[in-house]
Antibody
Framework: QITLKESGPTLVKPTQTLTLTCTFSGFSLTTSGLGVGWIRQPPGKALEWLALIYWNDVQRYSPSLKSRLTITKDTSKNQVVLTMTNVDPVDTATYYC????????????WGQGTLVTVSS | DIQLTQSPSFLSASVGDRVTITCRASQGISSSLAWYQQKPGKAPKLLIYAASTLQSGVPSRFSGSGSGTEFTLTISSLQPEDFATYYCQQFNSFPLTFGGGTKVEI
């Protein structure tokens, strides 16, 4: 079965770079049509899509955050990494990674999420 | 960007009630809409995709309809485990966007 799990720091200082890792199993990002996305949710607020990487290494980003985000994959480790530079307290959120459905940009399997707090 | 507006944002209902949630898109998205259910402290769960197709394992009391700019999620008979927040998401074009959510409470 498909599982995903996010890992990374729980506390980051403002202006620092946040690096989150999504480790997954049950599928391979070498399979045509698949992808992994990152979505975040500030406390008490709605979901916000951040980035998506496809099996063919194409990357898509939220325009409002594009200058600060980088998404990469390591197919040998079954991992996807999201890097966010110059974090701010408004980036405090639960960050989820999720499995993109074959050939469509919605998500059928999600990780449990990891809460990241940005504070000095 | 395509904006998704959900209504209502909050809904109070009882077990057994029929509940309808609306998601309006700022421009036409064909049937490229998914619905998710999220319970406190948990990840979202996919309920419906392509506007009206029930995800495997999801109870048949959930249904979706609509196309273009107006979509609905209906729960035919609300069960205790359905009290949660529901989100729509469009996948017609980038950036992917979510609605603001509808919280269903007792």
């Amino acid at each position: 079965q498909i599982t995903l799990k996010e890992s990374g720091p729980t506390l980051v200082k403002p202006t620092q770079t946040l690096t989150l890792t999504c480790t997954f199993s049950g599928f391979s990002l070498t399979t045509s049509g698949l992808g992994v996305g990152w979505i975040r949710q500030p406390p008490g607020k709605a979901l916000e899509w951040l980035a998506l990487i496809y099996w063919n290494d194409v990357q898509r980003y939220s325009p409002s955050l594009k200058s600060r985000l980088t998404i990469t994959k390591d197919t040998s480790k079954n991992q996807v990494v999201l890097t966010m530079t110059n974090v701010d307290p408004v980036d405090t959120a639960t960050y989820y990674c999720a499995h993109r459905v074959w050939n469509y940009d919605y998500f059928d399997y999600w990780g449990q999420g990891t809460l990241v707090t940005v504070s000095s | 960007d395509i904006q998704l507006t959900q209504s209502p944002s909050f809904l109070s209902a009882s077990v057994g009630d029929r509940v309808t949630i609306t998601c309006r898109a700022s421009q036409g998205i064909s049937s490229s809409l998914a619905w998710y259910q999220q319970k406190p402290g948990k990840a979202p769960k996919l309920l419906i995709y392509a506007a009206s197709t029930l995800q495997s394992g999801v109870p048949s009391r959930f249904s979706g309809s609509g196309s273009g700019t107006e979509f609905t999620l209906t729960i035919s008979s609300l069960q205790p485990e359905d009290f949660a927040t529901y989100y729509c998401q469009q996948f017609n074009s980038f950036p992917l966007t979510f609605g603001g959510g509808t919280k269903v409470e007792i």
